[in-house]
């Protein structure tokens, strides 16, 4: 059965930082390009941050650019997400997703993931 399992969500203050992990099981995820995606109360999924298997070709969406870090270990089946500055605006569940092929070009579609984790809370208080 495959699984995805965030952790490290929580309550911090505008400008400081956490670290979010997620761990794959079930299958082998070495090629899968991982993703995070975050939704906010009464707005819709939205890509924040993938990386492709190789672990050289990060994406980030424009409002976390310079401020998050995506980073991945293959041997352990983890990816995680550094977010530091952190802001009100990025309150939000978080979610990993695992696309389930070789190769998806459309890596900040929703659509394009087959995995996903059931999600951890981040809220920042101002």
């Known amino acids: 059965q495959v699984q995805l399992v965030e952790s490290g969500g929580g309550l911090v203050q505008a400008g400081g930082s956490l670290r979010l992990s997620c761990v794959a099981s079930?299958?082998?995820?070495?090629?899968?390009?991982m993703g995070w995606f975050r939704q906010a109360r009464g707005k819709e999924r939205e890509f924040v941050a993938a990386?492709?298997?190789?672990?050289?070709?990060?994406y980030y969406a424009d409002f976390v650019k310079g401020r998050f870090i995506i980073s991945r270990n293959i041997v352990k089946n983890t990816v995680s997400l550094e977010m530091n500055s952190l802001k009100p605006d990025d309150t939000a569940v978080y979610y990993c997703?695992?696309?389930?092929?070789?190769?998806?070009?459309?890596?900040?579609?929703?659509?394009?993931?087959?995995?996903w984790g059931q999600g951890t809370q981040v809220t920042v208080s101002s």
């Open positions: 079930g299958r082998t995820f070495s090629r899968d390009t």
């Open positions: 990386i492709r298997w190789s672990g050289v070709n990060l």
């Open positions: 997703a695992a696309d389930g092929s070789d190769y998806s070009p459309d890596y900040y579609s929703a659509e394009t993931y087959r995995y």
